[in-house]
């Protein structure tokens, strides 16, 4: 129950185009879903983040999907580009405590 | 500001070695996070520390993993008799204060140590 699926494990998309990269988790006490954007050589950075009591959330080019009944979330990037090319984890945090359970990442590859 | 730095940012060494490595997180954050990263993985939870306590130390693999944290600020991660297994990137991450959940919260990674066990 502790753990988060996430697929697909890797994705190359044209410049322009819409990457959806998706996750699902078991344990119904997660209660905050983040995504993480990780670049070659660097540490995990927070992209986007999203609660249960929401369906949708949007911060610029990043759209978080929220399915509390499926268990499922997934992000959208709209208007791809190059410099999106990365490793993108998802997250849930229990509710009563502050770790973190991650995806095993999806390497995107944006091509120009 | 300073972000969380990690040192060292490689170490090499021999299986049955101890190895520290440490983490310096950002000025004012009371939550600090260790984790585990292998080739191609997610992060794996080791350890958070609240202040210099650490309730949370359930994702520890082993008894030859501890960490310590001292003046509400640097932590230090020790793997004793270090095996193959071991090698991955450890990352330190910082909050201002621990849950996550909000902005406030977010958790801000360094740039991982690669630990190589030859």
């Known amino acids: 129950q502790q753990q988060v699926k996430q697929s697909p494990q890797s994705l190359i998309v044209q410049k322009g185009g819409i990457p959806i990269i998706n996750c699902a988790y078991e344990?119904?006490?997660?209660?905050?879903f983040p995504w993480y954007q990780q670049f070659p050589g660097k540490g995990p950075a927070l992209l986007i983040a999203?609660?249960?009591?929401?369906s949708e959330k949007k911060e610029g080019r990043f759209t978080i999907s929220f399915n509390k009944s499926a268990k499922q979330f997934s992000l959208h990037i709209m208007d791809s580009q190059p410099g999106d090319s990365a490793t993108y984890f998802c997250?849930?945090?229990?509710?009563?405590?502050?770790?973190?359970?991650f995806g095993p990442g999806t390497r995107l590859s944006v091509l120009p | 500001g300073a972000g969380v730095s990690q040192s060292p940012s490689n170490k090499v060494t021999e299986k049955g070695k101890d190895v520290e490595l440490r983490c310096d997180p950002i000025?004012?954050?009371?939550?600090l996070y260790w984790y585990r990263q292998s080739l191609g993985q997610g992060l794996e939870f080791l350890i958070y520390?609240?202040?210099?306590?650490?309730?949370?130390k359930s994702g520890l693999p082993s008894d030859r993993f501890s960490a310590e944290r001292t003046g509400g600020s640097v932590s230090t991660l020790t793997i004793q008799r270090t095996q193959q297994e071991d090698s991955a990137v450890y990352l330190c991450?910082?909050?201002?204060?621990?849950?996550?959940?909000?902005?406030?919260?977010?958790?801000?990674f360094g740039p991982g140590t690669r630990l190589t066990v030859l």
């Open positions: 991450a910082s909050s201002l204060i621990a849950g996550g959940r909000t902005e406030g919260d977010t958790q801000y």
């Open positions: 344990n119904t006490a997660f209660d905050y």
């Open positions: 999203i609660r249960p009591d929401v």
């Open positions: 997250a849930s945090l229990r509710n009563y405590g502050q770790n973190f359970v």
């Open positions: 000025s004012g954050h009371t939550a």
């Open positions: 520390f609240q202040g210099n306590s650490a309730p949370d």
